[in-house]
């Protein structure tokens, strides 16, 4: 479940026209935290993106984007006003954004911080689900085996048991229609790959070990690092 952070970007009086004094409510969503911050009507993609990423400490900003799914998965313009990049509510409305990975390492080892590993790791995971990245069956059944890794932690056969993880999907629908297999006999196969996560470990296996190894096999799929958006420039 999402949390959520509230907070302001005040403007210096040398950056903003005193005329300017209107302010907007931005409602930023990634898919660990949301954010909702008010923002001078003039601010500009940058100084927006730069405001959420210092909330969150991610430090290796490069890898990420802010982008409106309401026009179109259209990415915002560092330099543009975010009022002149998407459409503003009379009401009031806060205006939707969300915070997403838009480029790719060469090597997801690259990565530095933790929690851009995390988002990473979010992303990519949901878009093997949704289908947008492609994995066959057996795959599928590895990286679900790391992702309950790193959610639950090392596999405990007195806790975890077959059918109590009915809210998980573990297996994207179209994989699993493709075969004669109850989602009983996936969960066994997971689990089976999990234990062997879990079983005699010379290292810590934290969620941080699990997630990179989630990554780095996820990173020779065919259609990882790919995102397909419409052009933006203007």
């Given at each position: 479940?999402?949390?959520?952070?509230?907070?302001?970007?005040?403007?210096?009086?040398?950056?903003?026209?005193?005329?300017?004094?209107?302010?907007?409510?931005?409602?930023?969503?990634?898919?660990?935290?949301?954010?909702?911050?008010?923002?001078?009507?003039?601010?500009?993609?940058?100084?927006?993106?730069?405001?959420?990423?210092?909330t969150m400490?991610?430090?290796?900003?490069?890898?990420?984007?802010?982008?409106?799914?309401?026009?179109?998965?259209?990415?915002?313009?560092?330099?543009?006003?975010?009022?002149?990049?998407?459409?503003?509510d009379d009401?009031?409305?806060?205006?939707?954004?969300?915070?997403?990975?838009?480029?790719?390492?060469?090597?997801?080892?690259?990565?530095?911080?933790?929690?851009?590993?995390?988002?990473?790791?979010?992303?990519?995971?949901?878009?093997?689900?949704?289908?947008?990245?492609?994995?066959?069956?057996?795959?599928?059944?590895?990286?679900?085996?790391?992702?309950?890794?790193?959610?639950?932690?090392?596999?405990?056969?007195?806790?975890?048991?077959?059918?109590?993880?009915?809210?998980?999907?573990?297996?994207?629908?179209?994989?699993?229609?493709?075969?004669?297999?109850?989602?009983?006999?996936?969960?066994?196969?997971?689990?089976?790959?999990?234990?062997?996560?879990?079983?005699?470990?010379?290292?810590?296996?934290?969620?941080?070990?699990?997630?990179?190894?989630?990554?780095?096999?996820?990173?020779?799929?065919?259609?990882f690092g790919?995102?397909?958006?419409?052009?933006?420039?203007?």
């Amino acid at each position: 479940m999402a949390h959520s952070f509230s907070g302001s970007l005040v403007p210096c009086s040398n950056m903003w026209p005193s005329r300017a004094k209107k302010m907007i409510t931005v409602h930023i969503q990634t898919l660990e935290v949301d954010m909702k911050f008010s923002v001078p009507y003039r601010a500009t993609g940058k100084e927006v993106f730069d405001k959420v990423t210092t909330t969150m400490g991610l430090r290796e900003t490069w890898y990420f984007g802010l982008q409106c799914a309401k026009a179109g998965q259209m990415w915002m313009i560092d330099e543009k006003r975010i009022v002149d990049q998407v459409y503003i509510d009379d009401g009031n409305k806060p205006v939707q954004l969300n915070l997403l990975v838009k480029f790719y390492p060469l090597d997801v080892n690259d990565l530095i911080q933790d929690i851009t590993k995390h988002l990473f790791f979010l992303q990519v995971k949901d878009q093997i689900r949704s289908r947008i990245i492609f994995a066959p069956a057996e795959v599928c059944v590895m990286l679900a085996s790391y992702a309950l890794q790193a959610k639950y932690g090392d596999y405990d056969a007195q806790k975890h048991k077959i059918g109590q993880l009915g809210n998980e999907q573990l297996i994207p629908e179209q994989v699993m229609n493709q075969y004669l297999m109850t989602k009983e006999g996936w969960e066994e196969n997971v689990f089976e790959w999990w234990a062997e996560h879990s079983s005699g470990a010379n290292i810590e296996r934290d969620r941080e070990w699990a997630e990179l190894q989630y990554l780095m096999i996820a990173q020779d799929l065919k259609m990882f690092g790919v995102i397909q958006v419409p052009n933006n420039s203007h």
